[in-house]
Structure formats: structure tokens, C-alpha cells
């Protein structure tokens, strides 16, 4: 007998944008849902980012759904400028079009507009705790209230927008899904720290977003300074874990650059966090159940953003599941039209980034100055690989171009191969889950291989 127990439609689990975006569009449909996040109310939209979002990306989410593009005090500064420092005498500066946000006030006005919609109930400082699966399906969450209390919250269907721990689908054993980790590995995590720091004269970076290596970070590493206005700025490091870095200490080396560069900057808040660095799940679905955001590890590995595919893969996410709740079926087959859509979507990106992170790890830093200077990667890759455009890479003509180091540019040249056949095999995503192990088992085969 099932006691202690409420039933819905569909669970969200977790209140960031992806849970909000798929709340708010699954409100407008009238689907009764339940949201729940282990967050006090006024601290949903609070995170550890770099506050950089595309207004590429909310402009479709607006297109799409009609949520209003940050407004505002939500936006912190309109970025003009991308620069680029692989090594301390070369800087690639490109025209960039992007923003820094304040990310608790445009969560709270988010989460405050699914008031609007009767279908929807949130609970706060609500944990889940446990996934609940029966027979060959996900039906629900264990989850544990604020004073301790357990209940169970039953679904038809159960969307894990957890982030980077991924609650639900850790819950779900190889018997009932074995299409996806239920654990990331350590190497397809990103470990990052970042401060918000206040200067006291107007900073020199004003519109700026800029990525730059530093001597004391391990590669394949990146230092961060993102505007926020005049006196305001975001910093931060991050790397994706390899055995050769895993034991540096993230926190520490932040300081020590931060220092170096912002002396006398005043600290308004620091946190460090992991963000997923690897392409999207191979599948985000199963019976029951359907995942999107960090969860899904939908984040650009290069240039860590996932705050704009968190909102948008949850569009995604809310047509799948209106039809397969209106239809009344809740399986793997029925919702595995979004693995569909989201692998052309975030494929390419996923892949471009894997292809760099190789390349990082192959080619020292002080090489990407010669790439940038004989234009062997342009500003139209790096508009690629910082997810805001898909460019056709003439591989063979770079080469050419860039006789004078033949070793590198072969280097070079198998990353850009490797990022096409990504790209070429997210285009072919299976149809149906039955063919879908021959295709997991060609991208692994690619993603295996050395550069
Ligand atoms: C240091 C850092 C810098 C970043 N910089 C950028 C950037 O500049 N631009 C960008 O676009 N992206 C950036 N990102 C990534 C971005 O923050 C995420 O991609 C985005 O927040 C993902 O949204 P989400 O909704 O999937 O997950 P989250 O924002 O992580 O939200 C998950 C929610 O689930 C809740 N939750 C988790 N576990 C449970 C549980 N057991 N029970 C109930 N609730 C739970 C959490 O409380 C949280 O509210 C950065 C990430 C990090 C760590």
C-alpha cells in the first residue's frame, strides 16, 4: 500500500532554469506538475556561474515560449568584446555579443511567474532522496521535507533538472535504463571556483568577457573575467579533471591569479561548483522519465555555458511531455523524440568542445598563438566553438595554410575531423531506442580517439 504519498502528472526535480523553464511551459499547458527544490524559496536562481548568458539563447526561449528576455537590474552588463589569451604576449579580441546576469534575481522572477499557472505546485526545502522505480519504469521520488518528514511523490513521469548531481538518474539502475551513466566519471567533470569582486577605481574590462591562460593553472585550464559593470566583475578558473590535474587545488590557484591581477579588489561572494564537461547523455530518456539542463550535461565543454541549453532543452522537453501525458504513454519510446532534437541541437557544440579539450591536452599553449596568427583558427571557429554559431571547417585549406609546423597542424587538423564526425553522427541520432546501440557505439569509437 502506498502511504504517506501524493500522485501528479509530472515531477520536476530542481528549480534552476532548467526546472523553471520546464515548469513555466508546462504550466501554459495546463499539465499538472509538482516542482520540488531542497533550496529555501529566496535562494532559487542562486549559483555558482559566470554569469554569462546569451541573449541568443533567451531570445529564442522567448520566441518559443514567451518568457521575457532578462530586463533590468537581471542584467549586469551588455558584453561587447570576447578576448582570448593563450599566452601573455598574443590576445585574439573578436566583436561578441552576450551579457552578464544577475542570476538570483532573473531565477526569483522566473520562479515567482509560475504563480500564473493553477497546474503547478512548487515546494521549497523539499529534497529528493531517492528514485523510485517499479518493474522496468520510474514512477516517482522519495523526498524529505525540512523537518525531516519522508514522503513519496508518484509521477507518470519524473524530469530530473538536478543539475550536476543528476539525483534522479542515479537512482535508476542498469536494469531499467542502461543507455545512460546513472554516475558521471571524474573526467567528464569540470571543477571551477569564481568570485564576484568589487574594485575600487572603474576596472579596465569594461564590456569584456575574457578567457586567458595562466602559468600557475594546470591545462587544460582557463581564467575567466567577465564584466559586470563598471567597479563589478565575475572571476574564475576552471579545468577539466585529467589524472595529471586532479589534485591541484582549484580554490587556491584562483586566489593566487585573482590576486595577481585584482590586488586590492574587495570580495563580494565566492563558491566553487563542477559543471559536466562532456557531450550530452546518449540518451536523457527512459520509461517514466526524461532529463534536461546540467543533468543531461547539457553544458558547451569548452566554454562552460549551460545556463541558455538548461532553458532550452526544457522547451524541448515540455512538448515531448504534454503529448506523451496526453496520449497516456509514458515510455521510453514515447519520449525518446527529444534525444532526437537535442543531440542536433547541442551535438556539434558538445563535440567541438571535446575536440579543443583533446587539443588542449595535446598542443602546449604557447602553439595557439602561431594557430590564431596565420588564421588557422578564426574568429568564425571560435564563434563555433563558443556555441554561438555552426561553421563548416575547411580542414584540409588550414593545413595547408600552416606548412611551417606540420606536427601541430596534424594535431590541429585531427580535432576539427573529430568535431565533423560528431557532428555528422548527432545528425544521424537512431530513430527508435533499437537502433540506438550501434550508434552509441560508433561515438564512442570517435570519442576514444587521441589527438
Ligand atoms: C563555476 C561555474 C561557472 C559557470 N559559468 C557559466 C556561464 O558563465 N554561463 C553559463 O551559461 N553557464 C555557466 N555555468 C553553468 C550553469 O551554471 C549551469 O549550466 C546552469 O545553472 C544549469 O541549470 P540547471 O537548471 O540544469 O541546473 P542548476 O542551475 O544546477 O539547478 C539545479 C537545481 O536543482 C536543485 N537540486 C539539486 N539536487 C536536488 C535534490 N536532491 N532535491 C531537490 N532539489 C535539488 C538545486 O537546488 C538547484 O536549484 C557555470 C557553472 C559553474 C559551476
Known amino acids: 500500500m502506498r502511504s504517506l504519498s501524493i ?86 579580441s573578436l566583436d561578441f555579443v552576450s551579457q552578464t546576469v544577475d542570476r538570483l534575481k532573473y531565477g526569483q522572477r522566473l520562479l515567482e511567474s509560475l504563480k500564473e499557472y493553477s497546474s503547478i505546485d512548487v515546494k521549497t526545502e523539499h529534497k529528493v532522496v531517492g528514485t523510485i522505480v517499479e518493474e522496468n ?7 524529505r521535507q525540512k523537518d525531516g518528514k519522508k514522503f513519496n511523490i508518484y509521477a507518470k513521469i519524473v524530469v530530473d533538472c538536478s543539475g550536476i548531481t543528476g539525483i534522479v538518474r542515479r537512482g535508476i539502475p542498469v536494469s531499467v535504463c542502461d543507455k545512460f551513466p546513472n554516475k558521471l566519471k571524474k573526467e567528464e567533470t569540470i571543477v571551477s571556483y569564481r568570485e564576484i569582486i568589487e574594485t575600487s577605481e572603474p576596472h579596465e574590462y569594461q564590456y569584456q568577457m575574457r578567457i586567458e591562460y595562466h602559468d600557475e593553472m594546470p591545462p587544460p585550464g582557463y581564467f575567466w573575467i567577465f564584466s559586470k559593470g563598471e567597479k563589478k566583475l565575475n572571476v574564475g578558473v576552471g579545468w577539466l579533471l585529467n589524472d595529471n590535474n ?93 534525444n532526437i532534437k537535442i543531440w542536433n541541437y547541442y551535438g556539434y557544440e558538445g563535440g567541438l568542445g571535446i ?21 588557422i583558427i578564426t574568429q568564425e571557429d571560435v564563434d563555433a566553438i563558443m556555441g554561438s554559431t555552426a561553421v563548416k571547417l575547411p580542414i584540409f585549406q588550414k593545413v595547408i595554410k600552416g606548412m611551417r609546423k606540420p606536427k601541430l597542424l596534424i594535431k590541429v587538423a585531427k580535432g576539427l575531423l573529430l568535431a565533423e564526425r560528431i557532428k555528422k553522427l548527432s545528425t544521424k541520432y537512431p530513430s527508435k531506442p533499437n537502433r540506438f546501440y550501434r550508434w552509441k557505439k560508433k561515438i564512442e569509437k570517435i570519442e576514444r580517439k587521441r589527438i
Request: proline residues 5%.
Open 7 to 92: 500522485n501528479t502528472d509530472v515531477l520536476i526535480v530542481g528549480a534552476g532554469p532548467a526546472g523553471v523553464s520546464l515548469a513555466i511551459n508546462l504550466g501554459k499547458r495546463d499539465i499538472s506538475t509538482i516542482v520540488v527544490d531542497q533550496k529555501q524559496k529566496k535562494n532559487i536562481g542562486y549559483k555558482a556561474c559566470g554569469d554569462a548568458l546569451s541573449p541568443n539563447s533567451t531570445r529564442k526561449l522567448y520566441e518559443f515560449s514567451g518568457i521575457k528576455q532578462p530586463y533590468g537590474d537581471e542584467i549586469a552588463e551588455n558584453l561587447k568584446t570576447a578576448h582570448f589569451r593563450p599566452v601573455s604576449d598574443f590576445e585574439l
Open 137 to 143: 519504469q520510474v514512477i516517482g521520488c522519495k523526498v
Open 246 to 338: 586532479k589534485k591541484a587545488n582549484v580554490k587556491t590557484i584562483h586566489e593566487t591569479i585573482r590576486k595577481k591581477i585584482f590586488p586590492s579588489a574587495k570580495v563580494l561572494d565566492a563558491v566553487g561548483d563542477t559543471l559536466p564537461g562532456r557531450l550530452p547523455l546518449y540518451s536523457m530518456v527512459c520509461n517514466g522519465f526524461l532529463t534536461c539542463g546540467d543533468a543531461a550535461t547539457l553544458v558547451n565543454p569548452i566554454s562552460g555555458e549551460g545556463h541558455g541549453p538548461a532553458l532550452l532543452s526544457a522547451y524541448h522537453a515540455a512538448d515531448i511531455v504534454e503529448k506523451a501525458i496526453r496520449n497516456n504513454d509514458n515510455s521510453e519510446e514515447a519520449l525518446w523524440e527529444y
Open 355 to 375: 575536440a579543443v579539450h583533446k587539443l588542449l591536452a595535446a598542443v602546449p599553449f604557447s602553439d595557439f598563438s602561431f594557430l590564431f596568427e596565420k588564421g
